[in-house]
């Protein structure tokens, strides 16, 4: 098993920044991607950004590009996600996942066996 803790919400205007944190815990030695996903009130998750463990090669979502940076600390355990320009829009709940498979939809809930609690992220206009 692999526990997940984010940290790191909470609320900023429209333009500003934050850092969210993804501690991981547990067989964190079988992780090979981890993701961030967010949902906001009344729709369905959405993808935002992942990163294989192993090489550190890291998608994003369109709606993303250029304003969020994931990241990895493997010394901790722990992947980041920087977002820069935040806009309303990106306000949701953000969750970090985990998963053991090294192939797959990295940008499909499916593929993640691991996921943590949750962080709120509001953006004020």
């Known amino acids: 098993q692999v526990q997940l803790v984010e940290s790191g919400g909470g609320l900023v205007q429209a333009g500003g920044s934050l850092k969210l944190s993804c501690a991981a815990s547990?067989?964190?030695?079988?992780?090979?991607?981890m993701g961030w996903f967010r949902q906001a009130p009344g729709k369905e998750p959405e993808f935002v950004a992942a990163m294989y463990w192993s090489d550190g090669s890291s998608y994003y979502a369109e709606s993303v590009k250029e304003r969020f940076t994931i990241s990895r600390d493997r010394a901790k355990n722990t992947v980041y996600l920087q977002m820069n320009s935040l806009k309303p829009e990106d306000t949701a709940v953000y969750y970090c996942?985990?998963?053991?498979?090294?192939?797959?939809?990295?940008?499909?809930?499916?593929?993640?066996?691991?996921w943590g609690l949750g962080t709120q992220v509001t953006v004020s206009a």
């Open positions: 547990g067989r964190t030695f079988s992780i090979q991607v």
């Open positions: 996942a985990a998963s053991p498979k090294s192939k797959g939809s990295w940008y499909r809930t499916g593929l993640y066996d691991y």
